[in-house]
């Protein structure tokens, strides 16, 4: 038995101590959509004919990793066979703590051009949404994270024609250091050892101190409805940029602190936007014309409209300022 080895069965002990189930029977490709399939017919109330799957999987698979995390925040159609319409989520959209938490691990997903296997992948919902790669102690997580980006980069790589395009976060560890960073079109999406350009974070507490061995982040990060708040709350969508990204953590703390004075929830930030007129989150002011969201629903529609100007306001996060890694924007 290799560290490597030891080091990804050791966290999936963790995981399935923080209630995840391992689903050891998912391997290739095939099981990975059979079991997305199940989870997609039981919570949308459906059972799909093969060639109804067949195509709705078609539909969904999309190689523009900003196309795809909006589809898997949205509520979407699907066309059946008869004509009628199918109103569908992905996940469970409006609170993403009921949906199912699984880990799979040595995913092998043959394509045309690639043979790649993944270390660790957790599935919410069936659907693959954290990828985790290991190494052992002698190697650096910066080494993990230029194979991702390898991996991306290879002609016919799964992130692009399967399941794997709704990927949201990538992880790399070496059990002692952890750091983690969101996926994102080529353009976003580069890294080497000696210069990185990607914005690859490590987990801090509220006093900022580091959260880098790999149970601790998992505790921290990785409790099943942790995860589903960090990636339905706490991950941008920049319209303006196509871009996803992920809030630092003092950032996070900021914001729970913000919306715990005011009494009010953070929208799932599905549609971030940089609309000209921005504000520091540590102004507080009220941001007009915005979607209403209600501490009762975890999500919210394009009709949520605002009722009048004194309700309640939802922040949207709209940019990370580049030149003060102290700030962040608001959108309204």
């Known amino acids: 038995?290799?560290?490597?080895?030891?080091?990804?069965?050791?966290?999936?002990?963790?995981?399935?101590?923080?209630?995840?189930?391992?689903?050891?029977?998912?391997?290739?490709?095939?099981?990975?959509?059979?079991?997305?399939?199940?989870?997609?017919?039981?919570?949308?109330?459906?059972?799909?004919?093969?060639?109804?799957?067949?195509?709705?999987?078609?539909?969904?698979?999309?190689?523009?990793?900003?196309?795809?995390?909006?589809?898997l925040r949205e509520r979407n159609t699907f066309q059946r066979e008869d004509g009628t319409p199918l109103q569908y989520t992905l996940?469970?959209?409006?609170d993403w703590c009921k949906n199912e938490f699984e880990v799979i691990n040595q995913l092998r997903i043959n394509t045309d051009n690639s043979h790649q296997r993944y270390d660790v992948i957790l599935l919410i919902n069936g659907m693959p949404v954290v990828q985790i790669e290991l190494k052992t102690l002698e190697v650096s997580p910066r080494r993990a994270i230029e194979q991702i980006v390898e991996y991306k980069n290879d002609p016919g790589n799964g992130y692009t024609n399967t399941l794997l395009c709704f990927m949201q976060l990538f992880i790399v560890s070496n059990r002692v250091?952890?750091?983690?960073?969101?996926?994102?079109?080529?353009?976003?999406?580069?890294?080497?050892?000696?210069?990185?350009?990607?914005?690859?974070?490590?987990?801090?507490?509220?006093?900022?101190?580091?959260?880098t061995h790999l149970d601790d982040f998992a505790d921290n990060f990785l409790a099943k409805c942790t995860l589903g708040q960090m990636i339905s709350?706490?991950?941008?969508?920049?319209?303006?940029?196509?871009?996803?990204?992920?809030?630092?953590?003092?950032?996070?703390?900021?914001?729970?602190?913000?919306?715990?004075?005011?009494?009010?929830?953070?929208?799932?930030?599905?549609?971030?936007?940089?609309?000209?007129?921005?504000?520091?989150?540590?102004?507080l002011s009220t941001v007009p014309n915005e979607k209403l969201f209600h501490q009762d629903r975890p999500s919210w529609s394009e009709s949520d409209d605002l009722?009048?100007?004194?309700?309640?306001?939802?922040y949207i996060i709209s940019r990370?300022?580049?030149?003060?890694?102290n700030r962040f924007w608001l959108g309204r």
């Open 1 to 71: 038995m290799t560290k490597e080895q030891q080091i990804e069965e050791a966290l999936i002990a963790k995981l399935k101590d923080l209630k995840y189930t391992y689903r050891e029977d998912i391997r290739d490709r095939e099981a990975l959509e059979q079991n997305f399939r199940q989870k997609f017919e039981t919570l949308n109330r459906v059972n799909l004919t093969g060639s109804e799957f067949a195509r709705l999987r078609d539909e969904i698979v999309n190689a523009d990793v900003f196309t795809a995390a909006k589809t």
């Open 91 to 94: 996940v469970n959209i409006k």
């Open 177 to 211: 250091n952890t750091y983690y960073f969101s996926n994102n079109h080529s353009q976003h999406f580069s890294f080497n050892a000696d210069e990185r350009f990607l914005p690859v974070y490590q987990l801090a507490s509220e006093d900022n101190t580091k959260i």
């Open 233 to 283: 709350r706490y991950m941008v969508l920049v319209t303006s940029e196509q871009k996803l990204m992920i809030m630092r953590p003092y950032q996070i703390y900021a914001v729970k602190e913000s919306i715990k004075k005011r009494g009010v929830f953070l929208s799932s930030l599905s549609h971030a936007n940089d609309l000209g007129d921005t504000q520091s989150l540590t102004d």
């Open 307 to 314: 009722a009048s100007p004194s309700d309640s306001r939802v």
């Open 320 to 325: 990370f300022t580049p030149h003060d890694p």
